[in-house]
């Protein structure tokens, strides 16, 4: 099914079945399996799968109209990125619950709003990772112990010194993108 033409069709159509299944790594965060699946017009295929635990992102504001962000050294990218703090939801964890716990742990700014902005995934292509993001507002501080294994700096930014850093490359993560461009439209608005 290519091409441009629009027509109506049913989801279902496009619906691949597991044949089988065969988990390869069972990890803390994260597991592989590898599934054999039938397509749509019959033939089977394989299909890598990483699963891993839903997790939140944070777009904290405070009461001057900057949005916090850290750097922090990431392995496999192998180098310090800018972005939105962000965390795992512990097992039987509210969601906002673990936004602000995260929160508290990685920057020591607690929000007296939060509200949910959206989710979404990061790479359906061989992930089920399912990220929700919030919103935090009317910060104050109020530290939680930070992870023994996590190096963290927070900062807040400017609505103009995040546009430029985006603009510039300067935010390479997915997730703090769509959370800082998600900010800017929103203020933009507000104007």
Known sequence: ???????????????????????????RILNL????VKLPGGRIRPREVVE?????????????????????FRYPAGEVL?????????????CAAAAERELREETGWKPGKISKIGEFYTSPGFSDELLI???????????LPFDED???????????AVSKLAEE??????KSLYGVYWWL?????QM
């Open 185 to 189: 439209y929103k203020t933009s608005k």
């Open 52 to 72: 891993h635990n839903r997790a939140v992102v944070v777009l904290a504001e405070n009461d001057r109209g900057e949005i916090l962000l850290i750097n922090q």
């Open 33 to 36: 399996r590898v599934d054999r």
């Open 133 to 143: 993001m919030y919103y935090a507002a009317d910060l104050t501080l109020d530290e």
């Open 1 to 27: 099914m290519s091409g441009t033409k629009e027509r109506n069709f049913d989801p279902d159509e496009l619906r691949e079945e597991q044949v089988s299944s065969e988990t390869i790594y069972n990890g």
């Open 150 to 160: 996590e190096f963290i700096v927070p900062s807040f930014f400017s609505k103009e």
């Open 169 to 174: 490359g300067g935010i390479r993560d997915a």
């Open 82 to 94: 800018i972005e939105l703090p962000a965390g795992i939801v512990e097992p039987g964890e509210d």
